[in-house]
């Protein structure tokens, strides 16, 4: 069936550093991709996504570019702040219907 | 605009104890989840439902009841709360004008069985 891995946390930054989380899926067909960002007693907000191969979400920063050749979605951020401290989240939806497969998280940690 | 809104947002049962979870959603949305969150495993889906009047279960159901009530609310049973169901539950609610690619989450729900 389908899955996401994601690299395990957590992940300690100091602040304005360089921060990449790698996340890689098995799916059959072409699903859509998305990173979900989770804050502290908080539920899940959709970062980014991206629909297609090829295509590169981003927000806040945050990059990610469907690589279908590596079945991979990566997450980048040239420079962290300390309000970036969250849990990170790659996710797959199969179908048109919005379930959604998750990867296990990652945790960041941004250190001034 | 209050998104998704989940009740209780704390709670602690006893094995064998029942309650029942509360979501409920003001987007005017077809289609609502429920997922559990557990550490090292992501969220896992338990039942969604893609329009009022249907439900179906997902990767984890078992333990669990679902109810559509209306298009608004979705809730979540336990009849028999066990130690394993220890976890953080979260409702979500995507969204049709993103081709439901974007799922709107409620705050989720701190659950304890002791």
């Known amino acids: 069936g389908d899955s996401v891995t994601q690299m395990e946390g957590p992940v300690t930054l100091s602040e304005e550093a360089f921060l990449t989380i790698n996340c890689t899926y098995t799916?059959?067909?072409?699903?859509?991709l998305f990173w979900y960002v989770q804050y502290p007693g908080e539920g899940l907000q959709l970062l980014l996504k991206?629909?297609?191969?090829?295509d590169k979400g981003s927000n806040k920063g945050f990059e990610a570019t469907y690589r279908k050749e590596t079945t991979s979605f990566h997450l980048e951020k040239g420079s962290v702040q300390v309000s970036d401290s969250a849990v990170y989240f790659c996710?797959?939806?199969?179908?048109?219907?919005?379930?959604?497969?998750f990867g296990a998280g990652t945790q960041v940690v941004v250190t001034p | 605009n209050a998104g998704v809104t989940q009740t209780p947002k704390f709670q602690v049962l006893k094995t064998g104890q029942s309650m029942t979870l509360q979501c409920a959603q003001d987007m005017n949305h077809n289609s609502m989840y429920w997922y559990r969150q557990d550490p090292g495993m992501g969220l896992r889906l338990i039942y969604y439902?893609?329009?009022?009047?249907?439900?179906d279960k997902g990767e984890v159901p078992n333990g669990y009841n679902v109810s559509r009530l209306n298009k608004r609310e979705f809730s979540l049973r336990l009849e028999s709360a066990a130690p394993s169901q220890t976890s953080v539950y979260f409702c979500?609610?995507?969204?049709?004008?993103?081709?439901?690619?974007?799922?709107?989450f409620g705050q989720g729900t701190r659950l304890t069985v002791v």
């Open positions: 799916a059959t067909g072409y699903p859509s």
């Open positions: 996710a797959l939806s199969p179908d048109s219907w919005g379930k959604l497969q």
């Open positions: 979500a609610s995507p969204a049709p004008g993103t081709g439901y690619t974007e799922a709107f």
């Open positions: 991206a629909t297609k191969a090829d």
């Open positions: 439902s893609a329009s009022e009047g249907t439900t």
